[in-house]
């Protein structure tokens, strides 16, 4: 149901672009703030090598960017509402590449 929204609905896919209060962020600022994350991030958990980890954290950064781009587009500045979104939605992100990563799935 949400995807056939999504898909069908030109003005959700540009929703978070057409508004945002910046610029787009270069390509090379995000996968430079993703390798910095994955290290920090590594030192605890450890993804197999048979994930593509550089994937998976830049989307990761996206995740956690989107969210705090909608929440300071709805509530006119970052709120305690959007870095705890992040954090729940980075969380449960990283729970599945976990739980993938112990049931051998990729």
Known sequence: MLY???KNSKGAQILILSNSLVTPVPSSSLHELSSEIQLIIEVNIKLPEMFNKDGVFRVFTQIILS??????????????VGKIEAHRAAHAYLLNWINQSNQGVS
């Open 4 to 6: 056939n929204f999504f």
């Open 67 to 80: 969210i705090l781009s909608l929440n300071t587009k709805e509530s006119g500045e970052l709120n305690e």
